[in-house]
């Protein structure tokens, strides 16, 4: 009885052993294949804009450095004075969170790296304010398996061309927005967060899910 016991249990390991390696496989088989389809898509549409955020460094030159072609002009500020978003809406993807001012900060290794929102959507410091001139620039979590910080973007890859945004600042004062672009672009540039004269949002999230070789952009006006 015992020795059938045994047999029995050492089949049961084998075949869970078996199991767990054909699941590495697969998903390394995943990685490879979606990186290599959306780098392919990368370079097969040219005229999308490639992604900023791989150094903060890089993000501040962007940020104070007008893009070409752009002529910047004063624009008297509204009354009231613009203020931070505290809330964003996407009811077709059924988000409703609160935003959180994020910058920069030093790792454990004393290198600079960005600062991420948990549970909630970050807006990025050094970028406009629902209200004024310019384009906001917000970010958020597809998925955190390690750091464990929500998934409050899990659904931004079906947002569609049309679908309404709504921020609130902390007076509960709405500003609507509507998409107009969606872009899957590589995370080698910071164009996507270059000033602008118009006012603009911009939604970030790493792409696709579990793999995050690249990243899902929403661009949104006011209107």
């Known amino acids: 009885m015992r020795k059938r016991f045994f047999r029995f249990l050492g089949t049961t390991l084998m075949m869970l052993g078996v199991v767990l390696l054909g699941l590495v496989a697969a998903y390394y088989v995943y990685v490879k294949v979606t990186d290599a389809r959306f780098r392919a898509l990368a370079k097969a549409e040219p005229a999308v804009t490639v992604l900023t955020l791989p150094s903060p460094t890089a993000v501040s030159q962007a940020l104070a450095t007008p893009s070409p072609g752009v002529t910047y002009r004063p624009t ?86 049309g679908d309404e945004i709504v921020l609130y600042n902390a007076s509960e004062r709405e500003f609507r927005y509507r998409v107009t672009e969606t872009q899957v672009v590589l995370p080698t540039d910071v164009s996507i967060m270059a000033p602008s004269s118009e006012p603009t949002l911009v939604l970030i999230t790493c792409y696709p899910d579990w793999v995050y070789t690249h990243r899902f952009i929403v661009i949104a006006k006011p209107y």
């Open 76 to 161: 008297p500020s509204p009354t009231p004075t613009p203020a931070p978003a505290a809330r964003i809406v996407i009811t077709s993807i059924g988000v409703d969170s609160k935003v959180m001012e994020i910058g920069t900060k030093y790792n454990d290794k004393g290198e600079l790296v960005w600062e991420t929102a948990a549970y909630a959507v970050g807006h990025h410091i050094g970028t406009a304010d629902p209200g004024g001139a310019g384009k906001i620039v917000m970010s958020g979590h597809i998925s955190s398996p390690i750091s464990r910080e929500g998934d409050v973007f899990r659904k931004l890859p079906d947002v569609k061309v």
